[in-house]
């Protein structure tokens, strides 16, 4: 947030890259939310406006908030997002709101949750490899929700990492295999198949360990072989 959004804008566009959406996901359920989180997220808007950025990503908690029973943490919650799309609007930003935490793996949260503001500015970043860590079958949960997404983390899961983390925790950072190479793969193929049917096309941003680049490469080969084999257009 002290860099300034324009000038590393220009800077980008000189590479020919763009952003996608800009992570602003401290965690709105908590206490802290309110102090901490949304002048994060305040902050994040206008700044992503500037660097030429449609999105911006919030997100819950990893755990059940501290101090607070489910309703008031949901209550206090919904306080942030009506500031936080009102200024969004004024901005024509759209905030997602990340499947990554206790509120957001689960359905029938999530579901009250993007109906906390009536706007078209508040939308879902589905993203397949967190539904998955978190015991959800992210080709239902896709389905469930794919009239709001609006952004998609495109992330698999070895086995290794299922074995030891499925259903026991509710998000993962990076994958540490290729988009693929996981158990994963089979659910992110039908997601995306469900994405197009319903008219999505934007963004799938590939969530993998990169450094010294093979494994992004490879999560990059997988997705444009599955695009081409579902019949769906790469647009630039």
């Not at 999530?110 to 397949?128: A, I, Q, Y």
């Not at 444009?224 to 019949?231: D, I, M, N, V």
């Amino acid at each position: 947030m002290y860099q300034d959004p324009l000038l590393l804008r220009r800077h980008m566009e000189k590479f020919g890259v763009c952003f996608s959406q800009v992570d602003a996901a401290f965690p709105l359920s908590g206490i802290d939310g309110p102090a901490y989180g949304l002048p994060f997220v305040l902050k994040a808007i206008p700044w992503a406006k500037h660097a030429g950025c449609e999105h911006v990503a919030t997100t819950d908690g990893l755990q059940r908030p501290a101090g607070l029973s489910d309703e008031q943490a949901m209550d206090l919650m919904r306080s942030q997002y009506r500031r936080i799309i009102e200024v969004a609007e004024a901005y024509e930003v759209i905030v997602t709101i990340e499947v990554h935490g206790y509120f957001t793996t689960k359905p029938e949260f999530l579901e009250r949750m993007l109906c906390f503001v009536d706007s078209p500015f508040l939308r879902l970043n589905l993203d397949t490899g967190n539904s998955f860590i978190a015991g959800q079958d992210p080709v239902a949960f896709c389905r469930r929700f794919r009239e709001k997404v609006a952004h998609v983390h495109v992330k698999d899961v070895s086995e290794s990492l299922a074995a030891i983390c499925r259903g026991g925790q509710t998000g993962i950072a990076l994958s540490h295999c290729a988009v693929g190479d996981g158990v994963n793969a089979g659910n992110i193929k039908q997601c995306i198949a469900l994405l197009h049917e319903a008219g999505y096309r934007g963004h799938l941003s590939i969530e993998c360990e990169g450094q010294g680049g093979p494994l992004l490469a490879r999560s990059l080969l997988w997705l444009r072989q599955t695009l081409a084999e579902l019949g769906i257009p790469e647009e630039k």
